[in-house]
């Protein structure tokens, strides 16, 4: 006997919520057998698994008391999605025989089946589950972890050894024998799931405002060395020596990169990002861009009971350096040719955020400037490079339904989704990317303009912020 699952020739390779899968079960027998039923099962897993402190040494000094067999393995597991149904025997035939086992006759049967995906997950109604113990259904408490009623959560495959989050359908030949083990088969080679996306939530009505962050910079001053004629060493000093004197004021600048509010970006499209520079005082001097660097970090957070962990991934989007690009100047703005990044999608291996029981993801723009000053023909050799971080939220492209938003807009519990941010102190205690600083934000409803203070890395003064107008987009 063996069984095995065959989708139709027409299904996509890339499923979303509201979509059909189906296709059929396939019983192959060598000889008259006996079965109870044939059940197929849409199931989607969220699965975490970490190592309690693995960055504690082991038997370092008086304070550390933890053994390596102390440092136990926590796994948390959560039915995000669980559909099943009965392909045999159908309705017509339980009614029609009355009966509970059945003989088929050998040969290749196929039972045909088809599920469509839910739009939420159902790990939250799955506080209990039930197991069968040699015939017998028995049910099992539920855990106590946390649970979220949210948007399917995308695949994720990317950290195999920490955080899995799979789809796969799943066939199970029962049979009444307790001593028969039942014959399953699952999808995909190596129980490899099949890929889901998710569909993106309603997005807010565009406003005429934008959120950006923002980060403040003064040149040191150009000195000028009077020239002087050598003197003697033993010879006596007529006169004080002449101190290196500032010839012009060094300019300030303020440096913003600013998104749409509120900041959402798309999978597999450009990044609407505009980069302005002001100047903030009334030095002649010109403005190179020498240096840029945009970089979207993704925060994924694994959970599994009482640890948690944070792994950080980098997406260059674009890195230029030796530009020595003057900067056009009017009124003392200045903005970067948004031709550099415009026309570069995000990679097409960039998840859109989302928020499961125990795995969740989030974004970091990270967009790194380098400007040089100088007059006329002369450029002068600081270099500042400053790093603003601006929080966002990806969305993944596929827009939902016009009967799915009606329905949204009719309920009202279902939040409106909304990816505006609140700031807060930035904390050297949280985790950052080699290339950048890092502060947290808290999703919360609809702000106005979303402003961040942020450290520079570079050389210079930082200057409290003024009041910047905002541009119309």
Known sequence: M??????DNNQPTLYTNLDFISGQAILSLRNHETIAAITVKLEGESKSRLI???????????????????????????????RAITVFPTDDLSHATQGSVYTLSPGQHEFHFQFKLPFNNSCADRQSTFVTIAGLQMQAPGNTDRHVRQTLPPSLHRFEDQAVIRYFLKATVQRPAFYKENFRAVTGPHEQTFQFFPIEPPRPPPENRESFAR????????????ATSRTPFFSRRTSAPAHDTPTTAPPTVSIDSRLPHPAIIT????????ILISKLNASPALIYLQLLQIELVA???????????????????????????????????????????????????????FDACNISRSYSLYVKVGLLHGYGDQIFPELTVQTLRLPLSVYSGIAPPPALLQAMSGNSNIPPASTAATPTTPSSAQPR???????????????PPIIQSHTPIGTGQTHPEEPFPDPHP
């Open 215 to 226: 980060i403040q910079h003064q040149f040191a001053p150009v000195l000028d060395s009077p």
């Open 299 to 353: 925060h994924t957070n694994v959970r599994a009971h009482h640890l948690s962990r944070e792994t950080l991934t980098s997406y260059i989007i674009t890195s230029k350096s030796n530009m020595k690009m003057r900067l056009s100047e009017k009124d003392g703005k200045m903005e970067i040719d948004r031709g550099l990044w415009k026309n570069i999608p995000l990679p097409n291996t960039v998840a859109p955020s």
């Open 433 to 447: 990317p080699p290339s950048g600083s890092s502060s947290s934000f808290t999703p919360g409803p609809p702000q």
């Open 267 to 274: 999978c597999n499209k450009a990044i609407p990002l505009r």
């Open 52 to 82: 309690g402190d693995p960055q504690l040494p082991v038997g370092y000094g008086a304070g550390f008391h933890r053994r390596r067999e102390d440092m136990t393995l926590e796994t948390e597991l959560h039915k995000v999605l669980y």
């Open 2 to 7: 063996s069984v095995r699952i065959a989708l």
